[in-house]
C-alpha cells in the first residue's frame, strides 16, 4: 500500500502545508484516538514536542482530535522524543504522540506515534490511521458528555532523568569529567545537562536558547562543527551532540574528532559481549552503516543484521531476533535494555560508563574500527520515479560491476525528505567517487529530461 501521509518515522512535511497543517493534524488525533480506543475505561495520550515554533500549532490540533474521539491528553510540553516513549508506559496512557521533525530545520515538522507499550506504530496500525484519515470520522466520534479533557503535566522532565540516569550503574558517577552538551536548541536543552550534572559531571551547555526558529540551525548530530570547536576551546574531555528531538547522538572526542552512529554501536556491542550482557549474537544496523563495522563485529564472532533505513525497521528486527542493541549510522541507537526507542541521552551515557572504567581518553575508547571509505550524494527530485529509469538502471549496474565482492551500492528515496540517496563503499575509495558521481549524474540526467 502506497503512503499518503506516513513516512519512514511518522508524518513529516513543511509546517502549514500538507500534510503538516492543522486540518490533518487534528484528523491524525481523531483517527489516532478511534484506533486506540480499547474497553470502557478513561482512554489517555501524552502529547510532547520539541521547540519548533509550529508546535503549537499542530499541538492545539492534536488536543482537538484527540478530545472529540473522547481520549483525555497529557500535555508534556518540550521533551525528547524518547522520554514520551518511556511516559507512554509509566502513565498507561494508550498511545503517545512527538510533535518534531527530528533532525530537520525548523520549517519542517512531523508527528510521531507511540503505542501503549512504548513502540513506533507498525505498518499495519498506520495503514488503519491512514484509511480513517480521508473518510468522515465525525460518526463515530465522541458524544457530547464524553469529550476529553486536556491538562499539563508537571514533573515529567524529573521523571526522564531520573529513568536516564538509572541507566548507569548505581555506584558510577562522572566526577572528573569535562563535558560539552550540544542540545541543538531542542527538546533536550533542559534534560540533558541536568541529567550529567547530577551525576557529578561538569557540563558545559551550548545551543540551550531555543527561540522557534534555531533547532538544528548549525549545531546538534547534524552539525557537530561548532561542538568540536567548543571541546577545544574548554579543553574537554568529550562532547555530546543531540538532535532536534534527542532521539540520536554523535560523540566528540577530546581532539574534536567525530564519532559517528557506527563506532558508537561497536563500543557498545563490544562492552557489552564482553560483559556477556550482548543478546542474539550480533546487532542490528541499517543498509546505510560501514562495512568497517560489519567486519569488526565478524572478526570477534558477532553478526551485523541489517534492516531498511528507519529506527522502527532496526527495532522490530530486533525484537524479532532477539537484540539488545541496534541503530543507524546518524547516531539513531537503541538499546532494548533500556528504552523502546532511540534515546540519545542514554546511548552517550553508556559511552561515557566505558570511558570511566577504561580510565582512557575518549579518543581511544571511541574509536574501534577504520571505516571503509564511504561516499553518500543526496539527489533532490522533484516526483516521478528516476530510479526506473533505463540509464538509470544502466549506471547501477554499472557501478554494481566495478565494486564487485570489494564494496557495497545502496540507492534509496528518502522516506523524509523529496532527495534520492546514493551510498557505495569500498577499498578503493577513488573507485567509490567515481560510481557516486557517475549514478548522480544519471539521476540528474533523468531529472531534467523529465
Known amino acids: 500500500m502506497t503512503k499518503k501521509y506516513f513516512g519512514t518515522d511518522g508524518i513529516r512535511g513543511r509546517a502549514n502545508r500538507f500534510p503538516m497543517t492543522a486540518e490533518v493534524a487534528m484528523k491524525v488525533g481523531m483517527a489516532a484516538g478511534l484506533t486506540f480506543q480499547n474497553g470502557n475505561h478513561r482512554h ?22 484527540f478530545c472529540a474521539a473522547g481520549m483525555d491528553v497529557f500535555l508534556l510540553g518540550p521533551i525528547p522524543t524518547p522520554a514520551v516513549a518511556m511516559l507512554v508506559r509509566s502513565l498507561r496512557a494508550d498511545i503517545g504522540v512527538m510533535i518534531s521533525a527530528s533532525h530537520n530545520p525548523f520549517e519542517d515538522n512531523g508527528i510521531k506515534l ?3 507499550d512504548g513502540y513506533k506504530l507498525s505498518d499495519r496500525i498506520e495503514d488503519r490511521i491512514e484509511a480513517l484519515l480521508d473518510k468522515g470520522v465525525e460518526l463515530a466520534l465522541a458524544d457530547a458528555d464524553s469529550l476529553g479533557r486536556a491538562k499539563r503535566v508537571d514533573g515529567v522532565h524529573d521523571r526522564y532523568i531520573e529513568f536516564a540516569k538509572r541507566t548507569l550503574p548505581r555506584a558510577m558517577s562522572l566526577s572528573g569529567l569535562r563535558i560539552v552538551v550540544d542540545c541543538a536548541n531542542g527538546a533536550a536543552y533542559k534534560v540533558a545537562p541536568a541529567a550529567l550534572w547530577e551525576l557529578g559531571a561538569e557540563v558545559v551547555p551550548i545551543h540551550v536558547e531555543p527561540d522557534g526558529l534555531n533547532i538544528n540551525r548549525d549545531c546538534g548530530s547534524t552539525s557537530p562543527l561548532s561542538l568540536a570547536k567548543k571541546v577545544h576551546e574548554v579543553r574537554a574531555d568529550i562532547g555530546i551532540a543531540l538532535d532536534g528531538d534527542a532521539d540520536r547522538v554523535v560523540i566528540v572526542d577530546e581532539n574534536g574528532t567525530v564519532v559517528d552512529g557506527d563506532q558508537i554501536m561497536a563500543l557498545i556491542a563490544q562492552s557489552w559481549h564482553e560483559s556477556e550482557r550482548l543478546a542474539g549474537g550480533g546487532i542490528a544496523a541499517t543498509v546505510m552503516s560501514n562495512l568497517g563495522l560489519e567486519r569488526f563485529l565478524n572478526a570477534r564472532g558477532l553478526e551485523l543484521h541489517r534492516t531498511k533505513v528507519g529506527d522502527r525497521y532496526v527495532v522490530e528486527h530486533m525484537r524479532a531476533h532477539g537484540l539488545n542493541v541496534g541503530g543507524e549510522q546518524s547516531g539513531h541507537v537503541i538499546l532494548s ?64 560491476a566495478r565494486l564487485g565482492q570489494a564494496g557495497r551500492l545502496v540507492i534509496r528515496p528518502s522516506g523524509t525528505e523529496p532527495l534520492i540517496r546514493v551510498m557505495a563503499e569500498g577499498d578503493d575509495p577513488e573507485l567509490v567517487r567515481a560510481v557516486v558521481d557517475d549514478i548522480v549524474d544519471a539521476i540528474a540526467d533523468a531529472r531534467t529530461a523529465a
Open 114 to 116: 507511540f503505542g501503549p
Open 337 to 400: 535494555d533500556f528504552t523502546t526507542s532511540g534515546d540519545g541521552l542514554v546511548t552517550a551515557l553508556q559511552v561515557l560508563a566505558c570511558i570511566k572504567r577504561e580510565n582512557r581518553p575518549a579518543s581511544e575508547v571511541c574509536r574501534k574500527f577504520e571505516p571503509v571509505p564511504q561516499v553518500l550524494r543526496n539527489v533532490r527530485i522533484a516526483g516521478g520515479k528516476p530510479l526506473e529509469r533505463a540509464p538509470v538502471k544502466a549506471a547501477i549496474a554499472d557501478a554494481q
Open 44 to 65: 489517555r495520550v501524552v502529547l510532547g514536542k520539541d521547540t519548533r515554533l509550529s508546535g503549537y500549532m499542530i499541538e492545539n490540533a492534536l488536543v482537538a482530535g
